[in-house]
């Protein structure tokens, strides 16, 4: 049984960096697209970033770029979110899924229906 956990979420200052981590177990991470998305109060779940199971692209949300970095480690079988110039906008619960089918792209992860998902890590930025 595959499972996904997160982890690196806090409370962090305007402007401030926080990584996250996602850790998988289970079936091969090496061979599937992984992504990052997030879930504010009030609000749906959204497409943060995503990254092939090669690491040869990276996908990201307009709202994120230049400022948020994904990355992954298939040795270790985790997947990385790397976050700076944090805004207090970018407070939310933080999910890690993997894409359903092998070998895909990152851009295909922001429209896919994914079934695997972590339990999420929150991110709190506030001063």
């Known amino acids: 049984q595959t499972q996904l956990e997160e982890s690196g979420g806090g409370l962090v200052q305007p402007g401030g960096s926080l990584t996250l981590s996602c850790l998988a177990s289970?079936?091969?991470?090496?061979?599937?697209?992984m992504g990052w998305f997030r879930q504010a109060p009030g609000k749906e779940r959204e497409f943060v970033a995503a990254?092939?199971?090669?690491?040869?692209?990276?996908y990201y949300a307009n709202d994120v770029k230049g400022r948020f970095t994904i990355s992954r480690d298939n040795a270790k079988n985790t997947v990385y979110l790397q976050m700076v110039s944090l805004k207090p906008e970018d407070t939310a619960v933080y999910y890690c899924?993997?894409?359903?089918?092998?070998?895909?792209?990152?851009?295909?992860?922001?429209?896919?229906?994914?079934?695997?998902w972590g339990q999420g890590t929150l991110v709190t930025v506030s001063s």
């Open positions: 990254i092939s199971w090669n690491s040869i692209n990276t």
């Open positions: 289970g079936r091969t991470f090496s061979s599937y697209a």
């Open positions: 899924a993997q894409d359903t089918s092998t070998y895909g792209n990152s851009w295909e992860l922001e429209r896919k229906n994914l079934e695997l």
